[in-house]
């Protein structure tokens, strides 16, 4: 079972920037898809951002409340994956999860397709 492990949450100011990072406990295979979805207080959990790798070829997709302020990254050879946040605002405090398939995820925004998931990294945007 591969697992994933997160870092790099933490308090940050309105106005500010985090790193976040998520990498697979295995790497004997690849991973195809990773995403990051987040959970604020009282509310359910949403996608963020997602990258995904096909034969020779890299999509991106986001939700719109983050488009042009975080960038999704990574290598897929090594199985990890980033999320930079910048002009983080107090609505995205959440807790933000990780999450991976193995497989070719046409529709990278249903949390119900990824198979493995970290266990969160906790943002708290101040006002």
């Known amino acids: 079972q591969v697992q994933l492990v997160e870092s790099g949450g933490g308090l940050v100011q309105a106005g500010g920037s985090l790193r976040l990072s998520c990498a697979a406990s295995?790497?004997?295979?690849?991973?195809?898809?990773m995403a990051w979805f987040r959970q604020a207080p009282g509310k359910e959990r949403e996608f963020v951002a997602a990258?995904?790798?096909?034969?020779?070829?890299?999509?991106?997709d986001y939700v719109d409340a983050v488009e042009g302020r975080f960038t999704i990254s990574g290598d897929s050879a090594k199985s990890t994956v980033s999320l930079q946040m910048v002009s983080l605002s107090p609505d995205g405090t959440a807790v933000y999860y990780c999450?991976?398939?193995?497989?070719?995820?046409?529709?990278?925004?249903?949390?119900?397709?990824?198979?493995?998931w970290g266990q969160g990294t906790r943002v708290t945007v101040s006002s």
């Open positions: 990258i995904r790798w096909n034969a020779g070829n890299t999509a991106f």
């Open positions: 999450a991976a398939d193995r497989g070719f995820l046409p529709y990278m925004r249903n949390a119900r397709h990824y198979d493995h």
């Open positions: 295995e790497n004997t295979f690849r991973l195809t898809t």
